[in-house]
Protein backbone atom coordinates (compact mmCIF):
# COMPACT_ATOMS: atom_id res chain seq x y z
CA UNK A 1 0.00 0.00 0.00
CA UNK A 2 1.38 3.33 -0.89
CA UNK A 3 1.64 6.29 1.57
CA UNK A 4 -1.18 8.58 0.92
CA UNK A 5 0.30 12.48 1.14
CA UNK A 6 -1.22 14.64 4.07
CA UNK A 7 0.13 18.01 3.24
CA UNK A 8 2.14 19.87 0.36
CA UNK A 9 3.43 23.52 1.73
CA UNK A 10 5.00 26.12 -0.46
CA UNK A 11 7.94 27.97 0.70
CA UNK A 12 8.44 31.44 2.38
CA UNK A 13 11.50 33.42 1.32
CA UNK A 14 13.48 35.04 3.35
CA UNK A 15 17.28 36.14 4.42
CA UNK A 16 20.03 34.54 6.80
CA UNK A 17 23.43 36.51 6.49
CA UNK A 18 24.46 36.40 2.98
CA UNK A 19 22.30 33.41 1.87
CA UNK A 20 18.75 33.77 0.14
CA UNK A 21 16.78 31.13 2.12
CA UNK A 22 13.40 29.09 1.23
CA UNK A 23 11.20 27.80 4.15
CA UNK A 24 8.64 25.05 3.65
CA UNK A 25 8.77 24.75 7.13
CA UNK A 26 8.03 26.48 10.24
CA UNK A 27 4.54 27.68 7.54
CA UNK A 28 1.30 28.59 8.71
CA UNK A 29 -0.25 25.31 7.43
CA UNK A 30 2.74 23.22 9.24
CA UNK A 31 4.46 24.49 12.45
CA UNK A 32 6.52 21.64 12.60
CA UNK A 33 6.85 18.00 11.62
CA UNK A 34 7.74 16.08 14.57
CA UNK A 35 10.89 15.59 15.29
CA UNK A 36 11.88 18.29 13.02
CA UNK A 37 11.22 21.98 13.77
CA UNK A 38 12.67 24.07 10.99
CA UNK A 39 13.88 23.57 7.50
CA UNK A 40 16.17 26.24 5.57
CA UNK A 41 17.03 26.02 1.93
CA UNK A 42 19.88 28.21 1.05
CA UNK A 43 20.76 28.93 -2.56
CA UNK A 44 21.91 27.91 -5.41
CA UNK A 45 23.46 31.17 -4.60
CA UNK A 46 26.78 32.66 -7.24
CA UNK A 47 29.52 34.30 -5.17
CA UNK A 48 31.91 36.84 -7.10
CA UNK A 49 35.52 36.40 -6.94
CA UNK A 50 37.06 38.19 -3.80
CA UNK A 51 33.36 39.91 -3.41
CA UNK A 52 33.59 40.15 0.69
CA UNK A 53 31.02 37.39 1.29
CA UNK A 54 30.02 37.68 4.84
CA UNK A 55 30.00 34.22 7.40
CA UNK A 56 26.98 34.13 9.58
CA UNK A 57 28.03 35.70 13.21
CA UNK A 58 28.44 33.47 15.68
CA UNK A 59 25.31 32.55 17.57
CA UNK A 60 23.73 30.19 19.98
CA UNK A 61 22.10 26.75 19.87
CA UNK A 62 20.47 24.73 22.65
CA UNK A 63 18.06 21.82 22.91
CA UNK A 64 18.25 20.83 19.70
CA UNK A 65 20.57 19.32 16.34
CA UNK A 66 21.21 21.98 13.91
CA UNK A 67 22.46 19.56 10.71
CA UNK A 68 23.68 21.01 7.39
CA UNK A 69 23.55 19.17 4.13
CA UNK A 70 26.21 20.75 1.49
CA UNK A 71 24.40 20.23 -2.07
CA UNK A 72 27.07 22.47 -3.54
CA UNK A 73 30.20 24.80 -3.19
CA UNK A 74 31.84 24.73 0.61
CA UNK A 75 31.19 25.50 3.86
CA UNK A 76 33.39 26.49 6.55
CA UNK A 77 32.43 25.57 10.36
CA UNK A 78 33.78 27.38 13.48
CA UNK A 79 32.14 26.93 17.45
CA UNK A 80 32.87 26.98 20.71
CA UNK A 81 34.16 23.85 21.35
CA UNK A 82 37.46 24.55 19.12
CA UNK A 83 36.06 22.44 16.03
CA UNK A 84 37.21 24.36 12.87
CA UNK A 85 35.99 21.86 9.77
CA UNK A 86 35.50 22.03 5.84
CA UNK A 87 32.37 20.49 3.97
CA UNK A 88 31.94 20.05 0.26
CA UNK A 89 29.37 18.91 -1.85
CA UNK A 90 27.50 16.11 -0.96
CA UNK A 91 28.87 16.08 3.02
CA UNK A 92 27.17 17.11 6.29
CA UNK A 93 28.04 18.44 9.44
CA UNK A 94 25.54 17.62 12.12
CA UNK A 95 25.75 19.19 15.61
CA UNK A 96 24.53 18.54 18.58
CA UNK A 97 23.24 21.66 20.86
CA UNK A 98 22.68 20.12 24.01
CA UNK A 99 23.46 22.36 26.95
CA UNK A 100 24.46 25.00 24.13
CA UNK A 101 27.35 25.84 21.50
CA UNK A 102 27.99 28.95 19.92
CA UNK A 103 29.19 28.21 16.33
CA UNK A 104 29.44 30.31 12.87
CA UNK A 105 29.69 29.59 9.31
CA UNK A 106 30.15 30.73 5.76
CA UNK A 107 31.45 29.89 2.68
CA UNK A 108 35.47 28.84 2.71
CA UNK A 109 38.21 31.34 2.41
CA UNK A 110 38.66 29.49 -0.89
CA UNK A 111 35.54 30.49 -2.58
CA UNK A 112 35.35 33.80 -1.19
CA UNK A 113 39.01 34.44 -3.37
CA UNK A 114 38.06 32.32 -6.13
CA UNK A 115 34.00 32.43 -6.30
CA UNK A 116 31.52 29.85 -7.21
CA UNK A 117 28.03 28.61 -5.69
CA UNK A 118 26.85 27.17 -2.82
CA UNK A 119 23.08 25.26 -2.15
CA UNK A 120 22.88 23.98 1.24
CA UNK A 121 20.32 22.94 3.63
CA UNK A 122 19.98 23.65 7.17
CA UNK A 123 17.61 21.02 9.26
CA UNK A 124 16.70 21.65 13.16
CA UNK A 125 16.20 17.89 14.50
CA UNK A 126 14.37 18.38 18.07
CA UNK A 127 16.19 16.60 21.26
CA UNK A 128 13.79 14.46 23.66
CA UNK A 129 13.33 16.35 26.81
CA UNK A 130 15.96 13.81 28.08
CA UNK A 131 18.97 15.33 26.04
CA UNK A 132 17.87 18.98 26.18
CA UNK A 133 21.16 19.30 28.40
CA UNK A 134 23.46 16.78 26.97
CA UNK A 135 26.75 17.77 26.21
CA UNK A 136 27.68 19.32 22.76
CA UNK A 137 29.05 17.76 20.13
CA UNK A 138 29.92 18.01 16.53
CA UNK A 139 30.35 15.34 13.71
CA UNK A 140 31.63 15.87 10.44
CA UNK A 141 30.31 13.24 7.71
CA UNK A 142 32.50 13.38 4.54
CA UNK A 143 31.79 11.43 1.12
CA UNK A 144 33.79 8.58 1.81
CA UNK A 145 31.56 7.53 4.72
CA UNK A 146 28.51 7.62 3.08
CA UNK A 147 27.09 5.17 1.68
CA UNK A 148 24.60 5.47 -1.63
CA UNK A 149 21.92 3.71 -2.77
CA UNK A 150 21.16 3.81 -6.48
CA UNK A 151 17.98 3.17 -7.93
CA UNK A 152 17.17 1.81 -11.20
CA UNK A 153 20.59 2.41 -13.11
CA UNK A 154 21.21 5.49 -11.39
CA UNK A 155 17.83 7.02 -12.04
CA UNK A 156 17.58 8.20 -8.31
CA UNK A 157 20.44 8.13 -6.05
CA UNK A 158 20.38 8.23 -2.13
CA UNK A 159 22.75 8.95 -0.12
CA UNK A 160 22.10 7.97 3.08
CA UNK A 161 22.96 10.57 5.81
CA UNK A 162 21.31 8.79 9.39
CA UNK A 163 18.70 5.84 9.53
CA UNK A 164 18.34 3.50 7.44
CA UNK A 165 17.49 2.98 3.57
CA UNK A 166 17.06 -0.25 1.54
CA UNK A 167 19.66 -1.81 4.33
CA UNK A 168 22.39 0.86 4.08
CA UNK A 169 22.76 2.85 7.11
CA UNK A 170 24.12 6.08 7.31
CA UNK A 171 27.05 7.40 9.61
CA UNK A 172 25.66 9.88 11.74
CA UNK A 173 25.61 9.48 15.63
CA UNK A 174 22.01 10.62 16.44
CA UNK A 175 19.80 11.01 19.77
CA UNK A 176 16.75 9.64 18.49
CA UNK A 177 15.32 7.71 15.53
CA UNK A 178 16.39 9.65 12.89
CA UNK A 179 16.39 8.52 8.79
CA UNK A 180 18.06 11.53 6.16
CA UNK A 181 19.42 11.02 3.01
CA UNK A 182 20.37 13.50 0.14
CA UNK A 183 18.85 12.85 -3.04
CA UNK A 184 19.17 13.71 -7.05
CA UNK A 185 17.38 12.21 -9.73
CA UNK A 186 16.99 12.11 -13.53
CA UNK A 187 14.44 13.58 -15.91
CA UNK A 188 13.57 9.71 -16.57
CA UNK A 189 12.91 8.92 -12.63
CA UNK A 190 10.10 5.89 -12.54
CA UNK A 191 10.66 3.86 -9.19
CA UNK A 192 8.47 2.27 -6.17
CA UNK A 193 10.59 2.64 -3.06
CA UNK A 194 10.16 0.72 0.05
CA UNK A 195 11.37 3.55 2.61
CA UNK A 196 12.05 3.58 6.29
CA UNK A 197 9.27 2.64 8.65
CA UNK A 198 9.54 6.10 10.53
CA UNK A 199 5.76 6.89 11.51
CA UNK A 200 7.05 10.87 9.74
CA UNK A 201 8.09 10.88 6.56
CA UNK A 202 8.81 13.67 3.98
CA UNK A 203 10.51 14.81 0.95
CA UNK A 204 11.74 18.18 0.05
CA UNK A 205 12.30 19.12 -3.46
CA UNK A 206 14.97 21.26 -3.97
CA UNK A 207 14.56 21.70 -7.82
CA UNK A 208 13.16 19.94 -10.41
CA UNK A 209 9.70 18.21 -10.06
CA UNK A 210 8.55 15.08 -8.74
CA UNK A 211 4.97 13.49 -9.33
CA UNK A 212 4.18 11.57 -6.44
CA UNK A 213 2.06 8.21 -6.47
CA UNK A 214 0.91 9.05 -9.88
CA UNK A 215 -1.24 12.39 -9.17
CA UNK A 216 0.45 15.09 -6.48
CA UNK A 217 3.31 17.11 -8.47
CA UNK A 218 6.20 18.67 -6.22
CA UNK A 219 7.74 21.20 -7.18
CA UNK A 220 11.13 23.10 -6.45
CA UNK A 221 10.80 24.51 -2.77
CA UNK A 222 8.03 22.53 -1.62
CA UNK A 223 7.63 20.01 1.03
CA UNK A 224 5.59 17.18 0.61
CA UNK A 225 4.44 15.12 3.93
CA UNK A 226 3.17 11.43 3.95
CA UNK A 227 0.34 9.91 6.13
CA UNK A 228 1.41 6.66 8.19
CA UNK A 229 -0.80 4.13 6.50
CA UNK A 230 1.84 2.42 4.07
CA UNK A 231 5.20 1.13 3.54
CA UNK A 232 5.61 2.43 -0.20
CA UNK A 233 5.30 5.51 -2.23
CA UNK A 234 5.69 6.17 -5.94
CA UNK A 235 7.93 8.73 -7.67
CA UNK A 236 8.41 9.94 -11.55
CA UNK A 237 10.04 12.76 -12.82
CA UNK A 238 9.87 14.75 -16.16
CA UNK A 239 13.26 16.69 -15.57
CA UNK A 240 16.36 15.88 -13.27
CA UNK A 241 16.65 17.58 -9.38
CA UNK A 242 17.54 17.21 -6.17
CA UNK A 243 15.88 16.21 -2.76
CA UNK A 244 15.99 15.39 0.89
CA UNK A 245 14.39 12.93 2.08
CA UNK A 246 13.28 13.04 5.75
CA UNK A 247 11.69 10.14 8.43
CA UNK A 248 11.75 10.15 12.29
CA UNK A 249 9.98 9.32 15.23
CA UNK A 250 7.46 11.98 16.80
CA UNK A 251 8.80 12.91 20.31
CA UNK A 252 5.44 13.80 21.51
CA UNK A 253 6.68 16.10 24.15
CA UNK A 254 6.04 20.24 24.76
CA UNK A 255 8.14 22.53 22.40
CA UNK A 256 9.03 25.71 23.85
CA UNK A 257 11.09 28.23 21.47
CA UNK A 258 12.49 31.16 21.10
CA UNK A 259 15.27 31.95 18.26
CA UNK A 260 18.06 29.57 18.19
CA UNK A 261 16.44 27.94 21.50
CA UNK A 262 14.47 24.89 21.39
CA UNK A 263 13.43 23.61 24.70
CA UNK A 264 9.84 22.30 26.72
CA UNK A 265 9.16 25.17 28.84
CA UNK A 266 9.34 28.67 28.67
CA UNK A 267 11.47 28.80 31.88
CA UNK A 268 13.98 26.69 30.72
CA UNK A 269 13.68 29.67 27.66
CA UNK A 270 14.49 31.98 30.17
CA UNK A 271 17.24 30.06 31.68
CA UNK A 272 18.86 29.21 28.30
CA UNK A 273 18.84 33.58 27.73
CA UNK A 274 20.75 33.89 31.23
CA UNK A 275 22.97 31.13 30.54
CA UNK A 276 24.43 32.54 27.13
CA UNK A 277 24.02 35.94 28.90
CA UNK A 278 26.88 34.39 31.39
CA UNK A 279 29.19 33.09 28.84
CA UNK A 280 27.91 29.14 30.00
CA UNK A 281 27.59 27.91 26.26
CA UNK A 282 31.10 29.20 25.98
CA UNK A 283 32.83 31.75 23.54
CA UNK A 284 33.93 31.95 19.90
CA UNK A 285 35.83 35.21 18.24
CA UNK A 286 34.71 34.97 14.21
Known amino acids: ?23 PMPVHALRNLDPFILLHHAGPQRFDASGGVHRIDPHPHRGFEPVTFVYRGSVH ?21 GSGIIHSEGPTEELQQSGGEIELIQLWVNLPASDKMCVPSYQELHNSTIPVV ?45 LPGN ?26 V ?6 RIHLASESSGDLLLLGGEPL ?8 PF ?25
Open 77 to 97: HKDSLGNSGIIHGGEVQWITG
Open 1 to 23: MFRSVRIITSSLLTGVGPLRVAQ
Open 252 to 259: REPIAQYG
Open 150 to 194: RINDNQLTLRVISGEVMSHKGPAKTRSSVTTAMGSFTSELDAELV
Open 262 to 286: VMNTDDEIQQALVDYRDGKMGTLED
Open 226 to 231: FNNDGT
Open 199 to 224: ETLALYVLNGALIVNGEHRVERHQLV
